[in-house]
């Protein structure tokens, strides 16, 4: 089977969705889009309608590059009002020589047993191992002989309200969509590696308004938090100081700021104009301090709230978001969090950028799902396939002209 994924994420500045081609186990992209959002704030739809012309944008745009039209999609949504529980279950094997995928779906099955609140919607099943007859506990059971399976799953639902106000607008569209994942657990599925399924670590993904904090146990989500500070703050500070509008901020930041003053160069500087057209002259440096001043502050913040959420060792703190590319950032977060902490960096061709790790993330975890429970699934039909154009070599080449512009 031709297997293709799409993952989308709707951010609070931008949509973003990506079409992926499995080629011999890898994710290879062939095309992507990215629109600006409007209607949503905080994780929270304000304007349906605008939500819905957002993305609908989006949808044309990926659909002219892939050559196709693009009807299921995995969905990653923000935790808002989850519920978590923990449920012990155990299952007979269908063969009791060869555990196979049906196996952990029956036992995930068992487990949504009158544990699910009637005003919530299952979202994620994660077990913790499996345990098998022999007492032995795997974190892979498929293949291996048992009578029983047993596991504790841990269960998280989301609210129904919340939740279908944006399945809503998916319709809305035309999308269909085919799983949906927290963007702190695709968080953890674009940087995943076999060291942190053993560990606990934190992530940290800067986004719009607020970051995200969410601490994990080898591999699954434990506890979630967020600092109520994003990259729009950092804009707003920018366009405070200067008097310049937002967009001119965000454009300043984006193509002139760096993370750190070591970094900064007191002799270089821009020429703008402001608010009331006069000419202003801003030093890379002094911008630089100023942005500075908030990413440390965001980084205590975040360093604090992972204190809070758990007394247990970190491994490896990994940081997203499009903040973190800044020049000098890895060094201002190995300052204040330590020799564990990680800047880390997509190597996706054509989404090398670190604001795509939530929508790589989001079709990550899918393949992975299909992959333990046995299952083979393709978004589109093989008629749809011979169709499709690879717009990926497009994208990558575009990526790299913007990277050294």
Do not use: C
């Not at 999609?73 to 529980?85: A, C």
């Not at 293949?143 to 399976?149: A, P």
Request: aromatic fraction near 8%; charged fraction near 30%.
């Amino acid at each position: 089977m031709n297997k293709v994924y799409t993952g989308l994420e709707i951010g609070e500045n931008t949509i973003k969705i990506a079409t992926f081609k499995e080629v011999y186990g890898n994710l290879k992209l062939l095309a992507s889009a990215e629109v600006k959002t409007k209607g949503i704030s905080k994780g929270r739809i304000i304007d349906a309608k605008l939500v819905a012309k957002s993305l609908n944008a989006a949808k044309k745009d990926l659909e002219n590059k892939l050559g196709i039209e693009i009807s299921k999609i995995v969905l990653s949504i923000k935790p808002y009002d989850t519920d978590y529980k923990i449920a012990s279950v155990a299952v007979n094997t269908i063969d009791p020589n060869m555990i196979s995928g049906a196996d952990i779906t029956n036992l995930i099955k068992a487990s949504l047993k009158e544990n699910i609140r009637k005003d919530y919607e299952l979202i994620t099943a994660f077990p913790i191992g499996y345990k098998l007859d022999n007492g032995k506990i795997v974190n892979n059971p498929k293949g291996k002989k048992s009578k029983k399976i047993f596991s504790r799953i841990v269960l998280a639902s989301e609210k129904k309200d919340y939740l279908y106000k944006y399945l809503t607008i998916i319709n809305m569209v035309g999308f269909e969509v085919t799983d949906i994942v927290y963007d702190s657990v695709a968080d953890y599925y674009a940087v995943r590696n076999k060291t942190y399924d053993e560990e606990v670590g934190a992530i940290i993904d800067i986004g719009e308004e607020e970051t995200g904090i969410s601490v994990f146990n080898k591999g699954i989500m434990v506890k979630k938090g967020a600092v109520p500070i994003g990259s729009r703050h950092v804009d707003s500070d920018i366009s405070y100081i200067y008097k310049i509008g937002l967009k001119d901020a965000r454009k300043l930041k984006e193509s002139y700021a760096l993370a750190s003053s070591r970094y900064a160069d007191k002799y270089d500087s821009v020429t703008l104009k402001d608010e009331n057209g006069e000419n202003i002259e801003i030093s890379q440096l002094k911008l630089t301090e100023i942005v500075s001043a908030r990413l440390k502050e965001l980084l205590n913040l975040s360093k604090k709230e992972i204190k809070n959420l758990t007394n247990r060792k970190i491994s490896y703190i990994i940081i997203l978001g499009g903040l973190s590319e800044m020049t000098g950032f890895n060094y201002l977060a190995s300052h204040i969090l330590g020799d564990s902490v990680v800047v880390w960096s997509s190597t996706t061709i054509g989404l090398r950028h670190n604001k795509y790790g939530t929508v790589i993330g989001t079709v990550k975890y899918f393949k992975d799902k299909l992959e333990l429970r046995s299952k083979s699934l393709s978004m589109i039909d093989s008629s749809e396939y011979d169709e499709l154009k690879d717009a990926s070599n497009k994208d990558a080449l575009k990526n790299i002209m913007t990277e050294n512009a």
